[in-house]
């Protein structure tokens, strides 16, 4: 049984649970990390609460730790739309566009009403198709002016 189902002997990691969420939810990741983190040492296999730890790092900006905890919950359970799109998110924001194409496609497929899910994976197919027009590497950053400058189109 899970936290969220608030079970007997659980109200104080329910308790946490919600106030949690309404943290996440206030876009105050940081405070909910704080009772995140007291939910994973009483229950690490919980996939809600693992779900929520890997929104908060990514709200924190802390996409290699979120994209580490993402994993974890597609461990946790494989079929969770949700975790792939979240991975793949961070690993595009890690500039990881290969494999962020890869989950956002995975998660596209698995919830192909999901329009946010849709939208994600053209935008990473657009940028890998930019760089390989120009020319560039398909992962990591741009660090010479002059090729940033073709993929905008400015060269003369």
């Known amino acids: 049984m899970s936290i969220a189902e608030n ?3 659980q109200d104080e990691a329910y308790g946490w649970y919600s106030r949690a969420r309404e943290l996440l ?4 990741p940081h405070a909910a990390l704080l009772l995140i983190d007291r939910l994973m040492a009483q229950e690490p296999q919980s996939a809600s ?4 730890y890997a929104r908060a790092l990514f709200d924190t900006s ?5 994209a580490m905890a993402f994993d974890v919950l597609i461990q946790l359970s494989p079929d969770n739309d949700y975790a792939h799109f979240g991975k793949g998110m961070c690993l595009w924001r890690m500039q990881q566009f290969i ?5 956002l496609g995975m998660a596209s497929v698995m919830r192909p009403d999901r329009l946010e899910y849709a939208r994600a ?3 990473v197919k657009a ?6 027009e120009a020319g560039l590497p398909l992962n990591g950053p741009i660090d010479n002016q002059d090729k940033f400058d073709r ?6």
């Open 7 to 9: 079970s007997d002997g």
């Open 25 to 28: 939810e206030s876009s105050n």
């Open 49 to 52: 609460v693992m779900e929520m």
């Open 62 to 66: 802390d996409f290699r730790a979120a």
């Open 99 to 103: 494999l962020s194409r890869d989950e």
């Open 121 to 123: 994976y053209a935008q």
């Open 127 to 132: 940028t890998l198709r930019a760089r390989i």
């Open 151 to 156: 993929i905008l189109g400015d060269e003369s």
